[in-house]
């Protein structure tokens, strides 16, 4: 009986052991295939995770809601150097009495202390602050000028007519060349008239982050623009492969900046041909008048090569359109622009690796 006993309790032991075993086992398997399903479950989040996109370039050059500030800009031999320029996202250079051209630089988002030499308007020059929607500023104005102003009611700055401590004379240069003035006096003129200080509207110029390079236009490594036929008012570029930008002489000077003394350099550079005429304005000083809302014939130059291209303006206030000559809107590159209008018979010389191209454009307007 007691043997009995005894192989019972070996027989229970026995099966408490397997019994123990086989728990643990299962237990064991199925921690595995807990792990195992995390495992995938993690794996999975990580492949359905959706990639970073990659920071959108914006444009630099032009951009912000600050409203554009116009600046005209004497171009005279006796006004070099000027100050500002390489500060400016646009610069237009256009024909005026006597042989001389103007400039017009546009501003935005700038503070600059000291740009100039200020000098006076020309009505047609009011075509392209339009087009900018910006404040037009100058000293003093032709009588078309002060016509067009008061009938197109475009927000302006007459420098005469505001104080010396806004628009002052410097010692450095000898009138007229020598009126200067900062962003931040023609801001506070602008808000003591009530002008409007912000623009939503779009830029000119379509400009693009990628990099145009324009490979089946011309080599474009010397440019020559002359205004007058005596070659006494002739714009010269030349381009610096490295910095891939063009260098700007006038008047055969190498331009500098009137602050800072830096080379003035521009990424881009726009030809537009125009018929000028000398203006019956019954002062005879003769001022001149330009054809320029039209579709004109020009050029885009860039990174050392040039194409056609037709400049195409509706109306005064409108904006011009630069298309290829297939007809679409040119791409521009994100950088300041020398916006060249010269008159239609100039005789712009266009060179680079190949013989020198005579780029003029006569045509019927």
Request: glycine share 6%.
């Amino acid at each position: 009986m007691k043997k009995n006993v005894i192989i019972i309790s070996v027989i229970v032991c026995i099966l408490i052991i397997l019994t123990s075993i086989g728990i643990y086992i299962k237990l064991k398997r199925s921690e595995n295939t807990q792990a195992t399903e995390k495992s995938i479950v993690e794996i999975e989040n990580v492949n359905i995770e959706e990639p970073k996109e990659e920071p959108k370039k914006e444009v630099q050059i032009f951009k912000g809601t600050d409203r554009p500030i116009a600046l005209m800009i004497d171009n005279h031999k006796g006004a070099l150097p000027q100050g500002g320029l390489n500060d400016a996202y646009m610069v237009y250079e256009i024909i005026v009495e006597g042989g001389e051209s103007r400039l017009m630089a546009l501003f935005k988002g700038k503070d600059l202390e000291k740009i100039g030499p200020v000098r006076s308007s020309r009505h047609y020059f009011l075509d392209y602050a339009l087009e900018n929607d910006a404040i037009y500023v100058h000293f003093g104005w032709s009588p078309q000028a002060e016509y067009d102003i008061s009938n197109l009611k475009v927000n302006n700055i007459n420098g005469i007519s505001e104080s010396s401590k806004s628009f002052w004379r410097v010692k450095d240069k000898s009138a007229p060349h020598n009126v200067a003035t900062s962003i931040a006096k023609i801001k506070e003129i602008a808000q003591r008239k009530n002008y409007r200080m912000t623009s939503d509207k779009k830029s000119v110029l379509h400009y693009v982050t990628d990099d145009v390079k324009l490979e089946n236009g011309q080599k474009a490594d010397t440019i020559t623009i002359p205004y007058t036929n005596t070659n006494s008012n002739t714009v010269k570029y030349t381009y610096d492969a490295e910095t891939q930008r063009y260098q700007r002489y006038s008047k055969g000077v190498e331009e500098t900046d009137w602050n800072t003394g830096e080379k003035i350099t521009t990424k881009n550079i726009i030809i537009t041909f125009a018929r000028n005429a000398t203006l019956n304005d019954g002062e005879g000083k003769g001022r001149q008048t330009l054809y320029n809302v039209n579709n004109l014939k020009g050029y885009y130059i860039t990174n050392g090569r040039a194409i056609e291209i037709t400049c195409e303006k509706s109306s005064r206030s409108e904006q011009t359109v630069y298309k290829d000559l297939e007809g679409n809107e040119i791409d521009v590159n994100d950088g300041n622009t020398f916006v060249q209008i010269c008159p239609i018979d100039a005789k712009v010389v266009i060179e680079g690796q190949e013989e020198p191209v005579e780029a003029n454009i006569i045509t019927e307007q």
